[in-house]
C-alpha cells in the first residue's frame, strides 16, 4: 500500500529503513552494515518491468481466447505470477543477503531459484488442501532450503526448527478458527438439499419462496453460518499477534550458522502491546481524518448550494479524494511501520540469546553481490518485504 | 589529536583487530599495537559508510574487499571527517542529494498522469486503425461474454436475448430488415450483430467487433421506427469509428502504466477491466458527436428522417449509452441536437418499417 502511493520515492525509502534496521543490529559487539543503493533497486524494477511487459501481453492475449485456453487464463495467470513470485523473492533474498556486511565479511545465498519457486508453489497447494494444517512443515521445509544455502563468508548456514513443534503451539488457534466454521457447515447438513436443488431446477420468479417452504430451517441455517464466519475472522484478527509470536519465536530460536545457536524468549504480551499502540494511533488518525473529511464535504455542500459546482469544481473534488486517499495510506502504513513494524524487530532482537560465538572469529570471505532483479520483481509483483 | 583507536576488519576474515590509527598528511594508517602494518589509506580514498550513530564507519572506495575501519571517539571521527572529502558525518551532502530525489519523484509521477492523461489516449487512437479487423472480432468476443454477464442481472424468466421466442420472430424480422437498409450503405469491414435485449433502460451499446445491444427499454420509448434507426445508426457510427476497441485499449493501458510503474500487478482480470471501461463509456465527448455525425449522415443516405436520432436524444436526455448520466437541459445534449438536425437531409424520408413492421418490432420482448 505504501509502495503504490509513493511511486519512485519508494525506492529510497526502503533503502533508508534497512540501513537503519541493518546498522542497528547488533551480534556479539559488532553492528550489520547494509550496501545497498535505491539506484540499484531502481534499475532492478526496470529491468523487471521490461521482462515481466511479454508475460503480461501473453496473458491478456489468452484471457482474449474463447476456447479452453481462455476459460483456463485465469487460474494460468495465478499458478504463473503465483511461481514467478516465488522466484523473486528467493532471489531477493539473495540481493538483500549479499548486501549485508559483518565485520568486513559479506552473506551470501546459493540455491537455485526455480527450484526454490517450485517447491513453495508445491507447499501451498498441500497446505490450501489440509485447511492450513500442513503450513507448520511448509515453513519449516521452506526455512531449512533457505537456511542450508545461506553464508556468512564460508560458514554455512541451517535450520534446526521442527514442523511438528510449530503444529503443537500452533494448533489451538488453528482450532479456536476452524471450529466456527465447523459449526457453520454442521447447520448447513441439516437442510434438505434434494428439495432445495428441485426448487432452484424449477426457476421462476417464487423460487425464494418455494426454497423457504421446503426448508423451514435454510434462513436460520444462514444467519447461523454468517454469525459464525464473524466469529472465526474475529478469532483470526485477535490471535494473529499470538501468531506472530510463535511464529517469531520459532523461527529465531531454529537459526544455526555453524556453531552459533540463537535462542529466542520474545514474551506474547509484548507484541499484543505492539499492536495495541497500533490500533490505539489508528483510532486517533481515523478520527482526525474523519473531522478533515467533514469539514471539506461541508465546503463542497456549501458551494453546490450556491450552485458554483461546474468542471473545475468537479476535478477538484476529485483531486481532493485522491490526494485524501494517498494521506490516509500513508498514515495508516506509518503508523504500522512505526508501532508494530519497528516493535517487532526491536522485540525480536532483544529476546535473543547466542551461544557458540568463537565460531565467527575465524571466517574466511566468500561470495559476490548478486544482482536485484529479485528485488524488482518482488517489488511489481506485490510480493516484497521491507 | 593525529592519532586514536580503532577496530579493523581486513575484509578477508572476520578477525576484529584492536589498532591505532594515525592521521599523516596523505592519509591515514592502520596498525596494531605489535607494530604490524595493516593498511595505508589516502583520504581521497576513504568513504563514510552507514552505522549506528555513535560510530563512524569507514572504508576505501574500490577496494576489492570489503575491509572497514569503525572509530567510536566522536572527537577523533570529527578529525577524520575534517580531512576526507566523501566522509559525511553531518549528512548535508545526503540531504542535498535526497531533495533532488524528491524533485525527481514529483516530476516523474507528474509525467505519469501526463502520459496517462494525453498519451495513452493518444496512442489507442493512432494503433487502433493499424489493428486487423480479426483481431477486433476476437477482443469483441472475449469482451462480449463478459459484457452480457454484467448485463444479464434478471433471476429467472424469458431468455436474455429477444426475438427467440415464436411470438417474437416477426419483430425480430422487422429488426433485420431496418439494420440490412443501414448496413448496406455503411460498407462495414466487418459483418454487424444487432441483438435486442431485456433492460429496462432507453439505451443501446456497441462492442468492438460489430456487436450492437439494443435494450427493450429503449424500443419501448422509440415513437417510430426511424427513431430505433438513428439510435442504432449512431451505434454503428461507434463501430465504424472502432471506439470501442479504443476504449479496451485506453483502459488495458492505463491499468498497465499504474499497475506496472506503482508496483501493483494486475493480470487476469485485464478483460474485465476492458469490459468495464466499455459498459461504463467513458466515450468523450468527441467520440459522441462523431458517432452523431455518422449517424445522421449514415441515416441521409440511406434515406432515413435523420432527425429521428435528435427526437430520440431528447427522450432520454442524450444518454445512447448506459452510463451517460446527461442532464436534458445539459447544453451538450441541446448542441447535438441542433448539430443533427442542421446536417439532416431536407428530402421527404421514405419510412425504414412498415406499419405492421413496426408494431411487430414494438413487440418484439413480448415473450412466448
Ligand atoms: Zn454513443
Redesign the interface.
Known sequence: MLFVTLGIYRFWLVTDVRRFLWSNTEIAGETLEYTGTALELLLGFLVAISLLIPVYGGIFLAALDLGILGKLSGIIAFAALGLLGQYAIYRARRYRLTRTIYRGLRFHQQGSAWGYAFRAMLWWVITALTFGLAYPFQVASLERYKMRNTFYGDLGGSFEGSGFALLLRGIPMWFLVFAPLVFAVRGFVAVDWKALVDALAQGGDDVMSRIEGGNPGLGAAIVFAMLMAGASVTLAALLYPAFQAVMLRWWSSGLRFGDVEVRSSLHMRHVYAAYARFVGYAILFSIVMGFVGAFLFGVVGVAANLGKVDSAGEIAATLALLVGYVVTALGFSTIYRATVLLSLWQLGMESLQLSGLAALEKVKARGRPASPLGEGLADALNVGSY | MNSGAGTY????????RDVVVELTTGGLQVSDRDGHLWAQWPYEEIEG????DN?L?LGRRGSA????LEIRDPAFAAEIDARSAHVDRTGALQRSQ?MR??G??IG??AS?LLVAWFGVPAIATRLTPLLPVTFES??G??VN?QVRGMLDIR???AAFDCGIAAAEIPGRIALDKLVRRLEAVAALPLHLRTNVVRRSEANALALPGGQVYVFQGLIAKADNADEVAGVIAHEIGHVAHRDGTKAVLEG?GLS?LFG??????V??G??VLAAKTVLQSTYTREAESAADAYGTELMNKAGGDARALASMLEKTGGATEPGMKILMDHPDTKARVVAINKSAAAVSPSPFLEAGEWAALKKICAGS
Do not use: C, N, Q, Y
Open positions: 576488519f581486513d575484509g578477508v576474515t572476520s578477525a576484529r559508510l552507514t552505522a549506528p560510530m564507519r574487499t570489503l575491509e572497514r535526497r530525489v524528491i525527481w519523484s516523474a509521477t505519469l476476437v477482443l468476443d472475449a461474454a433471476k429467472a424468466g488495458g498497465f506496472m510503474l506503482l508496483g501493483d500487478f493480470g487476469g485485464a478483460v
